[in-house]
């Protein structure tokens, strides 16, 4: 009778198991790889979302700003004394839209700069008004507006600010 030696069962392989050792490490590897980019997407969520919370944050300050210089503004002002300043708390608020938005508001400080009463001439700290090279014919009043919006419950804060004349007849 004759037998084969590759069947002889007697001598186990030196083989055995190192399939199931590769497999686990590749595992290993394949699951490190999708932690980590699970890690990264969460993080450039993250950025994202805060990034459009700075954006909505700038858009509440603008707004602000815009409804200052809009035609008759109801907006408390300061007395014309230097550096004299008044809050308008919540001067602008866009209400939260559900599930779409978050609430926007802005706060609005006015700051006096200076005044310019009618046919007074100018000096080095007050410049004169001219619009198109010819002088204005009323008086007005400079301040500094700032405006700082914020975006719902987020602590993001964007502030800008301008200067605002208002003229008076």
């Known amino acids: ?5 590759h069947m002889n069962r007697s001598h186990p392989s030196k083989q055995q198991g190192a399939a199931l050792i590769i497999s686990l490490i590749m595992l ?7 932690v980590s980019a699970m890690h990264n ?13 700075k954006e909505l ?3 509440a300050a603008e707004s602000a700003l815009a409804t200052v210089t809009a035609h008759n503004p109801v907006v408390q002002v300061p007395e014309p004394i230097t550096d004299a300043e008044v809050l308008n708390a919540n001067f602008f608020i866009a ?3 559900e599930d779409h938005m978050p609430q926007l508001s ?15 001439p100018a000096d080095a700290d007050k410049p004169g008004v001219n619009v198109s090279g010819f002088p204005m014919n009323s008086a007005f009043v400079t301040y500094m507006a700032t405006a700082e919006g914020h975006v ?6 964007t502030t800008n600010r301008s200067q605002v004349i208002l003229f008076t007849q």
């Open 57 to 59: 944050s700038f858009q």
């Open 152 to 157: 719902g419950q987020s602590n993001t804060r």
């Open 95 to 97: 209400p939260e839209i």
């Open 28 to 34: 290993l590897i394949i699951t490190l790889l999708s």
């Open 106 to 120: 802005a706060d609005l400080t006015m700051r006096f700069l200076y005044m310019l009463e009618k046919d007074e």
């Open 1 to 5: 009778m004759t037998t084969y030696r």
């Open 41 to 53: 997407m969460n993080l450039d969520t993250r950025i994202t979302v805060n990034h459009q919370f």
